[in-house]
């Protein structure tokens, strides 16, 4: 008589009464799939499952909740022990089992779809990405100039120090003279 609510409240007096029968929370799941109430579905569907993990009407429940959710792959597996417990059951395979194997096909497909751009959008990014020749004169210039500063900064190494108070003083050394005050008065880095 489509009263669902009801039928929740009589299913989880039974179930205060008989917490371990696993008929009721399958029951109960497919009531709460009725009311668009997936992720207790799926809850009050796992519950049968650990009452009872032989039941393949739970398993079939069970999937039936997880497509629900969109847990396509979940499903699947559920519909897989629900027809290894009841191999004989044709609403599974024909109906579950098959409807879930098509989702997941149609899932794929969305997402390799979703991964490959149209060919307009790779011209548009080989059009917007510049083409730089990196042995042109301008940049074989540029990398010497970096060079020279390198070896420049190299050659006189700079040290700079601060005091115990605060005074901050730079003091450039060259390789063969490493005077330097006092090391515990000051903080030495480079």
């Given amino acids: 008589n489509f009263r669902f609510r009801e039928a929740i409240h009589k299913w989880d007096e039974a179930l205060q009464l008989t917490p371990e029968d696993a008929t009721l929370y399958e029951m109960k799941s497919q009531v709460l799939m009725s009311l668009h109430e997936m992720f207790p579905a799926v809850h009050a569907a796992e519950m049968a499952v650990q009452r009872n993990p032989r039941s393949w009407d739970a398993w079939q429940t069970l999937g039936r909740a997880q497509l629900g959710l969109g847990e396509i792959a979940l499903a699947i ?4 022990v629900s027809l290894h417990i009841f191999p004989m ?9 098959s ?3 098509k989702l997941h096909e149609q899932q794929k497909a969305t997402k390799t779809e979703a991964v490959q751009p149209p060919a307009k ?5 080989q059009e917007l990405i ?8 301008e940049i074989v210039a540029v990398c010497a100039a970096i060079a020279e500063k390198e070896k420049a900064l190299a050659a006189a190494k700079t040290v ?19 005077a330097t005050p006092d090391e515990t008065l000051f903080i030495r880095a480079r």
């Fill in 160 to 178: 700079v120090i601060v005091s115990a108070s605060g005074v901050v003083e730079t003091v450039s050394e060259k390789e063969n003279c490493t």
């Fill in 77 to 80: 597996r559920s519909f897989q």
């Fill in 121 to 125: 959008e790779k011209e548009l990014a």
């Fill in 130 to 137: 510049p083409d730089y020749d990196f042995e042109s004169d």
């Fill in 89 to 97: 059951n044709p609403e599974v395979w024909k109906e579950d089992l």
């Fill in 99 to 101: 409807w879930a194997r």
